[in-house]
Nanobody, 122 residues
């Protein structure tokens, strides 16, 4: 079965760093675009960063540009989010998402992990 498992969350001080990982199984990881989302208490889920299947293109939310870096290792079926210069407003549950290109037979496949908590506090 398809599975995405996030790890690496925890408690970190402001200006600190953390690296999140999301490891996938049950589908052809290398052909999917990967996205990190986050959701803070009482807030809607927001896009943090996206990377294409080949890793050649990325995009970031304005709030994290220059601080966060998304990368992937297709050999390990893993996508990473390196988070530097963390701020209290980065506190949220972080989710990874895998999305396929449109396919005539299957449409778009869209998979989600269960999330990992990141808390930035002094």
């Amino acid at each position: 079965q398809v599975q995405l498992v996030e790890s690496g969350g925890g408690l970190v001080q402001p200006r600190g760093s953390l690296r999140l990982s999301c490891t996938a199984s049950g589908f052809t990881f290398s052909t999917y675009a990967l996205t990190w989302y986050r959701q803070a208490p009482g807030k809607e889920r927001e896009l943090v960063a996206t990377i294409t299947s080949a890793g050649g293109s990325t995009n970031y939310a304005d709030s994290v540009k220059g601080r966060f870096t998304i990368s992937r290792d297709n050999a390990k079926n893993t996508v990473y989010l390196q988070m530097n210069s963390l701020k209290p407003e980065d506190t949220a549950v972080y989710y990874c998402n895998a999305r396929s290109a449109w396919n005539m037979f299957t449409g778009v496949m869209d998979y989600w992990g269960q999330g990992t908590q990141v808390t930035v506090s002094s």
